[in-house]
């Protein structure tokens, strides 16, 4: 029974220093990315060649004050939750 339980333990500390080491080099990573990117210039859309059209224009014009649209949101949301009942 004493050399399982050893068996285990071992097994066990691999495991875990296996995954600690891991995360050790996923934060080390991430915080070297971090680093290089704060050091970077940024890019503006319009220097890259226009917008990405993957991403929805968005106006700046919106006021946050708007009534119709506060009241197609409210719709829209009234419609959501009606069709998951």
Known sequence: M???L???LLLMALGMGTVF???GLLVGAVSLMSRLLATAP???ATE???ADPARPAVSQSVES???ELISAIIAAVHRYRGDKR
């Open 2 to 4: 004493g050399e399982t």
């Open 6 to 8: 050893d068996q285990g």
């Open 21 to 23: 080491g891991f995360l």
């Open 42 to 44: 940024a890019v503006e």
């Open 48 to 50: 890259a060649g226009g």
């Open 65 to 67: 004050d708007d009534p």
